[in-house]
């Protein structure tokens, strides 16, 4: 018996962490707004990343990619970065010029963490954490790593990797410090993740 329930849950659940097709193409130009290189992750058919190229800070790489193609950012060392204050970036629909030519869509680059600032235009003043008026204009003051990443960022930049296991910390912490970036692994937490919230 068909059930509008299950129907419902299969339409909300979210996109795999792979390309689908190369259907609808559009156009797109990575920013890089972090201080460091930000290598640019394509999954492919089957999940895997594709390296395109490293964008260096301050610079940019335009891109014709497809609607169902993910991408994803790292820095050299592995670390994780955001692609529209996302972790994982969906390409929206092409957008065209008044003469008709495809427009390139800006997308941001930024190292979580970093105190990035995003405006909106604002008719009314609200006076909420974080934020404050600027001619007219709301400016949202971010800073999205966790408690945690910080610390880990903080331990890692300050403790030889071999001094790890001598610190008095929980062992979870310590064992997350001991492992190399893993790009796989990454993407398998991010695939799980997205599975279990049902969102980007």
């Not at 895997?48 to 964008?55: D, N, T």
């Not at 001619?135 to 408690?147: A, D, E, I, T």
């Amino acid at each position: 018996m068909f059930s509008h329930s299950s129907a419902m849950a299969k339409q909300e659940a979210p996109a795999p962490l792979k390309s689908l097709n190369s259907d609808n193409p559009t156009y797109i130009t990575f920013i890089n707004k972090s201080s460091r290189n930000a290598e640019a992750w394509w999954l492919d058919f089957e999940g895997k990343p594709v390296s395109y190229c490293a964008i260096q800070p301050r610079r940019s790489l335009q891109m014709k990619t497809f609607l169902t193609h993910p991408w994803i950012f790292r820095a050299s060392d592995g670390a994780k970065m955001l692609v529209n204050l996302s972790e994982v970036y969906f390409p929206t629909p092409v957008q065209y010029e008044v003469f008709g030519y495809p427009r390139y869509q800006p997308v941001y680059v930024t190292a979580p963490g970093a105190r990035q600032c995003f405006f909106l235009r604002c008719f009314i003043c609200i006076d909420i954490h974080n934020s404050f008026i600027l001619n007219g204009y709301l400016c949202f003051v971010l800073s999205v790593y966790s408690l945690q990443e910080y610390c880990i960022r903080l331990i890692r930049s300050m403790v030889r990797k071999e001094d790890i296991c001598k610190l008095e910390i929980p062992e979870g912490l310590r064992k997350e410090l001991s492992r190399d970036p893993d790009l796989l692994r990454d993407i398998q937490i991010l695939d799980a993740k997205r599975a279990i919230n049902g969102s980007n």
